[in-house]
């Protein structure tokens, strides 16, 4: 062997002995918990054998959404880019909404907009204040930027604990994010409750108020920024059009501020082009199809009090639910249940936080999906199954 070819053997040999340097792992990043998302239809396929699943593991809107969302988005010109902007979308809201366009902004997702909150207005070291059992990304963005986040519990009767949330206000959290109605649990807070913690909400503490699951809610249920408008706090109020709306797959939600200096903070912690074209065309549809979104509400509604009452007949416990989704106590660990409902074709999600890990979520589906599951979980929860 050639001197020139020895030399290049010698330093492939030694480079493949020394483990190449790593690059820098951001540690909050890498120690993230994972986000608890719902499996995937392949999944469930494959895991039952069924081709008839009951997708009932993050919320969706069995309905669809509204025909005037098709139309819509068969007219987007998909090799032009998108509105960064979305100026048409925030006209449309802030007419709605009786704001000014320069307080909305729009995400992909209000998932997103949970993400440019923890950024903007969070650094290391920051205090974020949270519940739990709670919505991942409500702890999640947080620790992503460094923060640490203190998480008060829902009482023993999986109801909001308001003198439990004065107290940890008074921390001066950088951020509150609280989700009303609740994910995972349902209950929302009524004007009283809410009045109160708006009460103990300081001026130095961004109060992100979560309202995902407003349209399911009943009318004693306050608009929380109708309130909040009354109030002399800093707030973003977060919406979707994933839930009522029917456009989960879209990504499409957004964030109503106090003032046009908080949704610049928010504009700038974003990408720039995160709101596709298909999803602004279908949000201004959607909006203009009210009717249709009431219409896919109330049929949810009725179903979800009758789930419920099935489960409570089972002598089952189950919390009072404000949302499309209700969380119950199957009284025996909560993964064993949903892996049985996966064998026959019912994906829920497994609550696997400490405290909760007898519960499972179950999003309201189709009338054949509910009684899918109904009758699967009464077969698994049968003595001696
Ligand atoms: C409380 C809450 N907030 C925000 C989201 C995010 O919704 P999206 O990003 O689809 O708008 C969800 C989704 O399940 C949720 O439950």
Request: proline share 11%; no cysteine.
């Given at each position: 062997m050639s001197d020139i070819k020895m030399v290049i053997k010698h330093s492939l040999s030694t480079r493949q002995s020394i483990s190449p340097p790593e690059p820098y792992y951001n540690p909050h990043v890498e120690a993230l918990p994972k986000y608890n998302s719902g499996l995937s239809l392949a999944a469930a396929r494959a895991a039952s054998g069924l081709t008839q699943i009951a997708r009932l593991a993050s919320n969706e809107n069995p309905h669809g959404c509204s025909p005037g969302v098709m139309q819509a988005i068969d007219a987007v010109e998909l090799w032009r880019y998108s509105d960064p902007g979305c100026e048409l979308l925030r006209a449309t809201l802030a007419t709605k909404l009786g704001v000014?366009?320069?307080q909305i902004v729009i995400g992909n997702g209000s998932e997103e907009m949970i993400a440019a909150a923890s950024r903007g207005f969070l650094t290391a070291g920051s205090h974020a204040l949270t519940v739990t059992p709670s919505f991942g990304l409500h702890e999640i963005e947080p620790l992503a930027v460094g923060a640490r986040v203190t998480k008060v519990p829902m009482t023993a009767d999986l109801e909001f604990d308001v003198p439990a949330l004065e107290l940890a206000l008074a921390q001066h959290p950088q951020v509150f994010f609280l989700p009303s109605p609740s994910n995972p649990v349902g209950p929302a807070l009524d004007t009283r409750e809410l009045a109160r913690v708006i009460g103990a909400v300081s001026g130095a503490t961004l109060f992100v108020l979560d309202?995902?699951?407003?349209?399911?809610?009943?009318?004693?249920?306050?608009?929380g920024l109708e309130m909040l408008r009354e109030s002399a706090l800093s707030y973003v109020v977060l919406r979707t059009f994933s839930k009522a709306f029917g456009l989960a797959g879209l990504r499409v939600g957004y964030a109503v501020c106090s003032s046009p200096r908080i949704a610049k903070m928010l504009t700038a912690a974003k990408t720039p082009f995160n709101v596709n074209a298909l999803a602004q065309a279908a949000a201004v549809a959607a909006l203009q199809d009210e009717p249709w979104m009431e219409a896919a509400v109330t049929r949810i509604r009725d179903e979800r009090e009758r789930v419920s009452q099935s489960l409570r007949q089972m002598g089952l416990r189950v919390a009072r639910s404000e949302g499309n989704f209700l969380f119950v106590d199957?009284?025996?660990p909560s993964t064993e249940v949903a892996t049985q409902l996966l064998k026959a074709g019912v994906i829920v999600k497994p609550w696997l936080e400490p405290n909760y890990q007898s519960f499972i979520r179950v999003s309201i589906g189709s009338s054949a999906e509910n009684d899918q599951f109904i009758e699967a979980l009464r077969r698994i929860l049968q003595p001696g199954f």
């Open positions: 000014d366009p320069a309202e995902a699951y407003r349209e399911f809610t009943s009318e004693a249920i306050p608009d199957v009284a025996r």
